[in-house]
């Protein structure tokens, strides 16, 4: 019985792993960019201002624009309707309509790697039925559609709570304060 590992196998060369790299640099520098009044919102007739998702991702696709130059290989969408998408049919099924909150991609391919990542954006406070639903989406698109880079990102005050869930090669960051970069978990937690 051989008890030694099985070599690491080299990244296919169309994974585009330095697109990956400007990406998620540009993402840190988007969310640092986000202002308190896209973190939590307080509206009329509330006491204490609410993480509102829609708000904080209109503002984070704004920043992610700004700071992605005109050249990059990749087109940034937001909320991309994705019904009777032949991959999405066979992936998910005739009747669903999954719509990630971001994907990075080149429109109209479908080989190794034009598919780069998908983000999907939720509050910290947000209950585990609607994050797990969140994340079994990242994982069909990594999976069945190609995509090569999932996200998983929240934003709001509240440590979120990941026990019970598998993130398996879905990254997972948390925006906790105004100006500053994410946190990454380890290993599902973050300190």
Known sequence: MNNEPAPVQPISPAV??????????ALDEAIVNIQPSYFRIKR???????????????ELYHQLRLKLRP????????EVDKAGHAEIVRC????????PDFILHKPTLMGRGDNLGIIEVK???????????????IR???KCVGYVYGVMLFFGDQKPD??????????????????????????????
């Open 16 to 25: 585009d792993t330095d697109s990956w790299t400007v990406f998620r640099t």
């Open 71 to 78: 050249d990059f290989p990749y087109t940034l969408h937001a």
């Open 123 to 137: 509050a910290s406070d947000e209950n585990r039925r609607n994050i797990g639903k969140d994340l079994r989406k």
């Open 92 to 99: 998910f099924g005739p009747n669903a309509r999954p719509n």
């Open 44 to 58: 009329y007739g509330d006491d204490d201002p609410e993480p509102r998702e829609r708000a904080y991702c209109y």
């Open 162 to 191: 990941l026990s019970h869930l598998r993130l398996g090669a879905i990254e997972a960051l948390w925006h906790n304060q105004v100006g500053q970069k994410p946190v990454a978990s380890k290993k599902g937690k973050f300190d």
């Open 140 to 142: 069909k698109f990594l």
